[in-house]
């Protein structure tokens, strides 16, 4: 059989040279043969592929020449398929574990009834991206794979899965006026990752109705059943019409001061973006929260350096001293 093989020589320092060179052989599906020496079965459009890799090596200041060469003996020949199958079987059964825990997803969403537009935004979305890499994965399996069947199979069944459910879109009353002692030393859980609303809201729970409170942030999917939802779609304590969860938390259990009030409008124009309020704060307080999420992966530090921020607009703002500003 004929064969491809692309000599290299990186002459830069550059880690990230390195890294992007090492990414366009995977991208075309070369395999490392021996030190800096990649191998793909001949064609007119693989050599094509690594001709363009030649050059891009080259630009980067390194070393690279492409030779096409039979095997030199029929165990040679063996040893470079077996190498290649091997690699496919790697990624597909890597992609395979990918699937079966979204399949697991799927399956755990519809049994708890839990299936919202947003959630199932998010499913839809990471089932066509595994869909891609199966199709990257079959594009780069050029002596047919023993995983292979097994891998198409299971991502046709996640993306059929995916396509017999729909989500919930059912309406829900609006909350009702509540009690604060009704709810002490509870547990709260909301969507991982918090945002503006999450946090505002997380904040104004430990805050003013449950001193308390304990706090689940987790995907939606799997939120506990017993918790006190908030910020979910369908649960009482989320947005109801016009309202965020933050407004909606501050109507349900009577929360009048005019800390709060500005606040809200804040929180509101930061979350609707429908500049209801015209807030002038609102885009200090969005980039200060979207700080804290990305310097921060745990939610619970989130909510707490939050608070500290939180803590002090109340306080600017329930003194009555510096009102707030409008745009």
């Known amino acids: 059989m004929t064969w491809l093989f692309l000599v290299h020589q ?11 060179i090492w990414r366009m052989t ?39 020449s492409v030779f096409v060469s039979d095997a030199h003996n029929e165990s040679e020949d063996r040893t470079l398929r077996t190498t290649f199958v091997s ?14 825990r979204l399949l697991d997803r799927i399956g ?27 199709g990257e994965a079959e594009r780069k399996d050029f002596f047919g794979a023993p995983l292979a069947k097994k891998a198409r199979a299971t991502s046709e069944q996640v ?50 109705i ?5 706090f689940v942030f987790a995907p939606e999917s799997t939120l506990p059943k017993q918790a006190i939802l908030f910020d979910v779609f369908g649960a009482e304590f989320s947005h109801h019409g016009e309202d965020c969860t ?29 500049q209801k309020y015209g807030r002038a704060e609102a885009a200090g307080l969005d980039l200060v929260v979207r700080a804290l999420g990305t310097a921060n992966r745990d939610d619970h530090k989130v909510l707490e350096a939050g608070t500290v921020v939180l803590d002090a607009l109340y306080k600017h703002f329930a003194t009555g001293k510096q009102g707030g500003v409008k745009s």
Request: with cysteine.
């Open 87 to 100: 690699a496919s079987d790697e990624e597909y059964a890597a992609l395979l574990k990918k699937a079966e």
């Open 10 to 20: 990186v002459q830069t320092p550059n880690s990230r040279e390195r890294v992007k």
């Open 159 to 208: 993306t059929k899965s995916l396509a017999a459910v729909e989500p919930q879109t059912q309406s829900v009353t609006p909350p009702k006026r509540q009690d604060r002692h009704a709810f002490k030393g509870r547990t709260w859980a909301t969507r991982e990752h918090i945002h503006i609303d999450r946090l505002c809201s997380a904040w104004l729970i430990r805050r003013f």
């Open 26 to 64: 995977r991208k075309v599906g070369a395999i490392l043969y021996r030190n800096s020496v990649y191998v793909l079965p001949y064609s007119k459009e693989r050599l094509e592929d690594f001709q363009w890799l030649c050059q891009q090596i080259r630009d980067s200041k390194g070393e690279a």
């Open 108 to 134: 755990r969403a519809k049994a708890e009834e839990r299936l919202s537009e947003r959630l199932l935004k998010a499913l839809t979305k990471e089932t066509k991206q595994l869909a891609d890499a199966f």
């Open 210 to 214: 449950d001193q308390k409170a304990r």
């Open 246 to 274: 933050f407004e909606t938390l501050v109507k349900a259990f009577q929360l009048k001061d005019d800390g709060l009030e500005a606040l809200a409008e804040i929180v509101h124009d930061i979350d609707m973006k429908d």
